[in-house]
Structure formats: structure tokens, C-alpha cells
Nanobody, 121 residues
Framework: QVQLVESGGGLVQPGGSLRLSCAAS????????RAWYRQAPGKQRELVAT???????TYADSVKGRFTISRDNANNTMNLQMNSLKPEDTAVYYC???????????????WGQGTQITVSS
């Protein structure tokens, strides 16, 4: 069973940096990374950053200039570089991707299990 796995979460002080990564747990035929989302306690899941197949990226206003989404095609990973972190960035962060497990498989949207980011002094 294919899974999307996020890594790189943890506790960081305000103003600090973290880098999240997202990858498939097993070999697959194709993967198209879509976006990073986050969900803070008591709030709805929100879109943080999107990366399109063209390489164009978009960001939520709250993270513009601080977060950078990228894709490493050689290693089949998607990353989120987070700088100048604020307490309000505290949330569980999720990655999302379209995956085709085998050439004959349908394309399915997968979500990672989430990784906790806590920004606190």
C-alpha cells in the first residue's frame, strides 16, 4: 500500500527555520506533487503552498516571503522550506500528491499522515 510520508517536523523557536519533505513510501510508476496544507487546533485545514507541473508556485498570504515549496524530481520528493517561523505557524502539516502506482493504475490523490510543527519559545 502506497503512502505519502512527511518528515522534518518538530519544535522550533520563533524566527527559526524548518524544512519539510514529502515522499512516497514505495516505488511507484508516477507521482505529481500538488501542495502543502496545514491544520491548526480548532481550525479548518488550509492550503499553504502549491506547485504546478509547470513549476509555478503559489502561497497563502500568511506565508508569502517566508515559505518556499520545491520539487526534487531526481529523488521524487517535495519540500517546504519554512523560514522566520511564527507561533501562528504551529499546526500539523500535510502534503498531497497524485500517484499512479502502476502504468495501468488510475491516478489517485494521496495525503500524508501529517507532521507536527510547533513554534514556541
Amino acid at each position: 500500500q502506497v503512502q505519502l510520508v512527511e518528515s522534518g517536523g518538530g519544535l522550533v523557536q520563533p524566527g527559526g527555520s524548518l524544512r519539510l519533505s514529502c515522499a512516497a513510501s514505495t516505488d511507484i510508476f508516477s507521482i505529481h506533487f500538488r501542495a502543502w496544507y496545514r491544520q491548526a487546533p480548532g481550525k479548518q485545514r488550509e492550503l499553504v503552498a502549491t506547485i504546478y507541473s509547470t513549476g509555478i508556485t503559489t502561497y497563502a498570504d500568511s506565508v508569502k516571503g517566508r515559505f518556499t515549496i520545491s520539487r526534487d524530481n531526481a529523488n521524487n520528493t517535495m519540500n517546504l522550506q519554512m523560514n522566520s517561523l511564527k507561533p501562528e505557524d504551529t499546526a500539523v502539516y500535510y502534503c498531497s500528491a497524485d500517484i499512479r502506482e502502476r502504468p495501468w493504475s488510475p491516478t489517485v490523490v494521496y495525503w500524508g499522515q501529517g507532521t507536527q510543527i510547533t513554534v514556541s519559545s
